[in-house]
């Protein structure tokens, strides 16, 4: 979709539509956790939706500000995580694996309310509204970042997920690839530059998302 409000908008557009996609994130983590019995977030101040108690320097302003300014296809971001103790979840492991799956959930809802608003809007506004643009950027980021964390590699919730699932006796190779997570995720997203695979499947993913809901997405 066409992003062609002038100035710094179309960059201020794009952060805050980051920084509410990983601020719901990582505030459905944290309610997961509470709902079934865990206020670690509670107690930690970070079951919130004000974004400057989830704000990371690096993966909340640094990352997405170098990727945004120079103009990179590749969009990504991240939060402080929220904490919580699976030792106090009603649920054990599968509510660990709850409490993963909730902010990918959460950023997958996201992309669904922006589409059809999107879908309500776009007739009425020009491409380049400020509106059309910002709930663009809501649904890439949302995306981007829902698919992007399905990603089996620590520190994403992909990671928490698959391993919560499998049997304990797994437990040992989560911890190996725990550390050794951030190195395998960084190689990631260097041959991302090189080989755009993730890229690639946004793009198909978009361009489907256009056909249903008849849109220049």
Known sequence: MEQSIGGALPVIVAAAAILIAITVHEFSHGFAAYLQGDMTARDAGRLTLNPIAHIDLVGTILIPGILILSGSPFLVGWAKPVPFNPHHLKNGRFGA?????????????????????????????????????????????????????????????????????????????????????????????????????????????????????????
């Open 97 to 217: 694996f709850l409490v993963g799956l909730a902010g990918p959930v959460s950023n997958f809802l996201m992309f669904v309310a922006a589409g059809l608003l999107l879908k309500v809007f776009f007739p009425f506004f020009p491409p380049t509204n400020f509106l059309i643009v910002f709930l663009a950027n809501v649904l890439v980021i949302n995306l981007i970042l829902g698919i992007f964390n399905l990603i089996p590699v620590a520190p994403l919730d992909g990671s928490k997920i698959l391993f919560n699932l499998l049997p304990v006796r797994f437990d040992r190779i989560a911890e190996k690839l725990d550390h050794w997570g951030p190195y395998l995720l960084i190689l990631l997203l260097v041959l991302e530059n090189s080989y755009p695979t993730f890229g690639r499947l946004i793009n198909v993913l978009l361009a489907a998302t256009g056909r249903v809901l008849n849109l220049p997405l």
